[in-house]
T-cell receptor, first 117, second 112 residues
Framework: AQTVTQSQPEMSVQEAETVTLSCTYD???????LFWYKQPPSRQMILVIR??????QNATENRFSVNFQKAAKSFSLKISDSQLGDTAMYFCAFMKHGGGATNKLIFGTGTLLAVQP | KAGVTQTPRYLIKTRGQQVTLSCSPISGHRSVSWYQQTPGQGLQFLFEYFSETQRNKGNFPGRFSGRQFSNSRSEMNVSTLELGDSALYLCASSMQGLTEAFFGQGTRLTVV
């Protein structure tokens, strides 16, 4: 079975600064996707960034980038130039891919990020 | 393009009752997944439907059931409600072959 661990329940960062959220996972699968989702107070879950396990290059989406270490099973999210609107709960998630896989996401427990003005 | 729509947004039920939640996916999306979110257990996968067939099921009791209609709209039903069923229920839709799941705003169920 796959597990996803987020060891930082809460984090705080000053506006315009950089913050890194940690995520580790455990799986015996070789083909999978990893995601970071953001859930603001509105409760709507929004995809921040996606990483395919077979790609060595780290994914980047504007101010958001990941550090994907496949051997270490680590998948951290870096937010640069933090903005007040980044305040939210951030979830790391795993999805098996291929071989009859479905769209089942396995989530970590989340990290509550507060961006301070 | 309309997003994922969940109804109702809020619901209060009494122990022992049953409840039905609805999810309308994004047009063209045939996969609908349901998740339960609670402070204690976090986000847990309930089940996934694709083309009216349940494709995957999480570790929940049989009181939790679902179905999907030919227009891809999905419903989940919880019978004999317990206090522990109080949660935010999230629905996500996906297009076949793509991994991005689009979530609705959820239904907040409170069991009293």
């Amino acid at each position: 079975a796959q597990t996803v661990t987020q060891s930082q329940p809460e984090m705080s960062v000053q506006e315009a600064e950089t913050v890194t959220l940690s995520c580790t996972y455990d799986t015996s699968e070789s083909n999978y996707y990893l995601f970071w989702y953001k859930q603001p107070p509105s409760r709507q879950m929004i995809l921040v960034i996606r990483q395919e396990a077979y790609k060595q290059q780290n994914a980047t989406e504007n101010r958001f980038s990941v550090n994907f270490q496949k051997a270490a099973k680590s998948f951290s999210l870096k937010i640069s130039d933090s903005q007040l609107g980044d305040t939210a709960m951030y979830f790391c998630a795993f999805m098996k891919h291929g071989g009859g896989a479905t769209n089942k996401l396995i989530f970590g427990t989340g990290t509550l990020l507060a961006v301070q003005p | 393009k309309a997003g994922v729509t969940q109804t109702p947004r809020y619901l209060i039920k009494t122990r022992g009752q049953q409840v039905t939640l609805s999810c309308s996916p994004i047009s063209g999306h045939r996969s609908v997944s349901w998740y339960q979110q609670t402070p204690g257990q976090g986000l847990q996968f309930l089940f996934e439907y694709f083309s009216e067939t349940q494709r995957n099921k999480g570790n929940f009791p049989g009181r939790f059931s679902g179905r999907q209609f030919s227009n891809s709209r999905s419903e989940m039903n919880v019978s004999t409600l317990e206090l522990g069923d109080s949660a935010l229920y999230l629905c996500a839709s996906s297009m076949q072959g793509l991994t991005e799941a689009f979530f609705g705003q959820g239904t907040r169920l409170t069991v009293v």
